[in-house]
């Protein structure tokens, strides 16, 4: 077992795990540890605690000390320098006229490098601004391109929801979201609907999904035959949350509909048939129906599957 301690390095950051070595940490306190970039200024974000060797990324770095005063203090002129860095960076970059958004400005903790995050279309060839930059703050310069997602996290803002957006007030790592997630839910496939102020999907999509796959393995599908006690009917909607569905019923003309659970009814197994051309089979209960690209996405239009792809 080993034995760690989580530290944030940003609000609403990845956790990173060290080793806090004999030192007396609780939350919120401020420390300096040893990082791949050298000594940083974290927050301690979850509690010491023991953890399986496999499930922390060796070798581990220690906690060099609890944050002094005089630490804090750097900090500090640390962030007004990079206010006034990324001021000094968005002047250079409308001179050379880059087509590229400049997000923020960090300074390491010693100060010996200052990293710009932007975001682009496409490549920037930015050599030039880097030895502009160089001549000016007289210290390393890097430049990280990041993505919409990565943009969102830092800037913030409010989502559809009207509150604050989750991934830059408590979600520490973003989660993969898929058009699946939205068809499961029954909510509309407007991308305008499903989408955040990123232009990807709702990362919210996903905190419930795993309440939804296990509902919906329990209950049967839209269009099966299933027997009940009032006959034999066909599934015509699921109401997922209530764990329930309507079955419709037809007889002599007449049309009717009731609403049973799981346990009430049978489900009439299919026979299933096999594809005479796959390029024009419209049966779903083909057992390789799924296999046809055309099929799986049929009712995605160009927009859905971008989102989906980006995400």
């Keep these: 077992m080993q034995k760690v ?6 609000p609403a950051g990845k956790i990173y795990y060290f080793d806090p070595t004999n030192i007396y940490l609780k939350l919120e306190d401020n420390v300096i540890v040893e990082t791949a970039r050298g000594l940083e200024y974290g927050t301690v974000a979850s509690k010491v605690k ?3 060797e496999d499930e922390v990324t060796k070798p581990i770095k220690p906690v060099i000390r609890k944050a002094t005063a005089k630490d804090t203090k750097t900090n500090e002129e640390n962030l007004r320098k990079a206010e006034k860095a990324l001021k000094i960076c968005k002047e250079e970059i409308i001179k050379q006229k880059l087509d590229m958004k400049l997000i923020r400005a960090e ?3 010693n100060a010996s490098k200052v990293i710009f995050y932007f975001t682009a279309d496409g490549r920037i060839d930015f050599r030039e601004l880097v030895k502009n930059l160089a001549s000016i703050f007289k210290i390393r310069i890097e430049l990280r391109q990041i993505g919409v997602r990565d943009e969102a996290k830092i800037l913030g803002g409010v989502g559809p929801c009207g509150c ?3 991934c830059n007030k408590w979600l520490g790592e973003f989660e993969p979201v898929s058009i699946k997630m939205a068809k499961e839910q029954g909510l509309s496939l407007n991308p305008s609907k499903i989408s955040g102020i990123c232009g990807r999907l709702l990362c919210c999509l996903q905190y419930e999904h795993n309440c939804y796959e296990d509902a919906l393995s329990r209950l ?3 269009s ?3 027997k009940t006690p009032d006959g034999i009917g066909t599934v015509e909607r699921l109401n997922v949350l209530k764990e329930t569905f309507l079955v419709k019923f037809e007889n002599d003309g007449d049309i ?5 659970t799981d346990g009430e009814v049978k489900v009439l197994k299919k026979k299933k048939k096999h594809c005479s051309n796959k390029d024009t089979c419209q049966n779903k209960s ?8 055309e099929h799986v996405d049929e009712s995605i239009d160009e927009e859905l599957k971008k989102l989906e792809k980006d995400n």
């Design 256 to 260: 009717a509909f009731k609403e049973f």
């Design 5 to 10: 301690v989580g530290v944030r390095f940003k």
């Design 107 to 109: 300074y390491t903790f």
């Design 164 to 166: 604050g957006l989750c």
């Design 286 to 293: 083909c057992p390789n129906h799924d296999k046809h690209a």
């Design 220 to 222: 049967p599908k839209v």
């Design 224 to 226: 099966d035959k299933v």
């Design 50 to 52: 023991y953890v399986e």
